[in-house]
């Protein structure tokens, strides 16, 4: 039985952010602190994390959780992580970093990707559940192979930014399953590393952490529980992978129930009790926990193409030109977008992919085009969904977050996209809820995450239907895109 004077802290280790989410016996959330986590960006496709700042702002923010909480009377029973995937650095045999970490926006293992991807891809893919994409560890550790040899050389052990983290709270060496299996190598049947991945990828298996359960619990160190202001032997949860606790979030656990999320970019994903993705290698397939496995697609493009118009339409506000894109017709008048402004992910896993407006004429102006490109992000949702309906998961209802569904246009072109009512929730706890949840059930206060009761999640506070003219007219365009993103690719090189 939980007493209902205690909080687990669910710690979400986010691209931009460290957000830590207390959340009580009754599974509600309390209190909610952030820190900034910047991210350094530089020439050729660098985008990195100081794994030093990232390890203080989740310390601070812990600690300053943990305050609030005893202010409220409650104490803290565990902690648990959810993190950003795809993150890599290297530690040396002592556990300290000898590079920066890279996160998934890294792009300079670019080259790599590509003649992977030309010499068997797809079965990696297949295997692993992961696209062979400059965002995979998978491809940074061999541009660290090609690149740094005695970088490679003087590594103890490769692991994601929560690995680090994790091992400076506990003093473990391991990586959950979840973010494991989003590394591109992992074999989704064994759990167990991947060994044609790992010759890929340049690395043996005894340079990588012991991989666990999400569930797994370790004892908090005597110095980081005073630094945390905690207990020392507090139980800490792994964790999991910040998109899969996305969905135990917003209660997108049941069959036919996608969560979507519509930021500056956006994914759609889907649970079931089984690994595996589709014959066409468009989705991705991580693990949860208990079994349980999230098939998907994240879209590089959503909010920032609005974004985009804005800055190069004279620099007009978001809000107004969207309220000008919303007087337009669905279908645009027959201007029809691609909108990979920055290159694409699902389906393409195309870093190289262009942006293109088809069919631009004298009547048409910034409404047009700004309604065309978020027509365009609302099709590449659909063809990530129909791609995961492929892989045998079937979409009956859609769970929405995110910021860009503040804006009507954005919720209803989702909706006549996706032909399907969008449940809009409030996400502001995001994965650290998640992770919380995780940590709840690591504890055993259930017996798996089906059994969290369903008022944990709350209900919708919006749902929007899907247009049937734009239903129809996006329908009648959508079996083209693929047609133009292949004739166009040529002019991507």
């Known amino acids: 039985m939980n007493a209902i004077g205690e909080v687990v802290l669910g710690i979400d280790l986010g691209t931009t952010a460290t957000k830590v989410v207390a959340v009580d016996a009754a599974y509600r959330p309390v209190s909610t602190v952030e820190r900034p986590a910047p991210l350094r960006t530089g020439r050729d496709g660098e985008a990195v994390h100081d794994p030093a700042t990232v390890l203080a702002g989740a310390v601070d923010a812990v600690r300053e959780s943990a305050d609030a909480c005893a202010h409220l009377g409650l104490a803290v029973r565990g902690l648990s992580f959810s993190a950003a995937l795809h993150t890599l650095l290297a530690l040396d045999a002592s556990g300290e970093p000898l590079t920066p970490a890279l996160s998934w926006a890294d792009t300079r293992s670019a080259d790599i990707a590509r003649r992977l991807r030309a010499e068997g891809g797809h079965a990696l893919h297949r295997a692993t559940g992961t696209p062979v994409h400059p965002m995979a560890p998978l491809t940074k550790l061999a541009w660290f192979a090609a690149r740094e040899p005695d970088l490679v050389r003087r590594t ?45 990828a340049g690395v043996c298996g005894d340079r990588l952490p012991q991989l666990v359960p999400p569930t797994a619990v370790f004892p908090l160190l005597p110095e980081p529980a005073a630094a945390l202001g905690l207990p020392a032997g507090l139980p800490v949860a792994a964790g999991a992978g910040d998109g899969p606790l996305a969905n135990l979030a917003v209660g997108a656990t049941a069959p036919g129930t996608a969560a979507l999320s519509l930021g500056t970019s956006g994914a759609l994903r889907v649970v079931r009790d089984r690994p595996g993705v589709d014959d066409a290698c468009r989705v991705f397939c991580y693990h949860i926990a208990d079994g349980l496995w999230v098939l998907g697609g994240a879209v590089s493009n959503a909010g920032v193409v609005a974004q985009w118009a804005a800055e190069s339409f004279g620099g007009v506000d978001v809000a107004d030109l969207l309220k000008e894109a919303a007087e337009v017709e669905p279908g645009s008048e027959g201007l029809t977008a691609l909108p990979h402004l920055l290159g694409e992910r699902a389906p393409w896993w195309d870093p190289d992919a262009r942006g293109a407006l088809i069919g631009l004429r004298r009547g048409h102006g910034r409404a047009h ?34 910021g860009a569904l503040r804006s009507s246009l954005w919720a209803e072109i989702a909706a006549a996209a996706l032909d399907t009512p969008l449940e809009i929730t409030d996400d502001t706890a995001g994965s650290g809820f998640g992770a919380a949840l995780l940590g709840w059930r690591a504890l055993g206060a259930v017996p798996d995450l089906a059994a969290l009761p369903a008022d944990v999640w709350s209900r919708p506070h919006r749902t929007v239907l899907p247009d049937p003219v734009a239903v129809r007219r996006l329908a009648e365009v959508r079996p083209r895109l693929e047609r133009l993103y292949a004739v166009l690719r040529e002019f991507s090189a």
């Open 156 to 200: 103890a052990t490769w692991c994601g930014t929560k690995d680090y983290v994790l091992s400076r709270f506990t003093g473990r060496r391991v990586t959950d399953l979840s973010c494991a299996s989003a590394t591109g190598l992992m074999d989704l049947h064994t759990t167990d590393w991947h060994g044609p991945a790992l010759d890929a």
């Open 369 to 402: 085009m700004t309604r065309a490109l978020i027509e365009g992000v609302g099709q590449q949702l659909a063809l990530v969904r129909d791609s995961v309906v492929a892989a045998g998961a079937p979409v009956a209802s859609v769970r929405a977050t995110g």
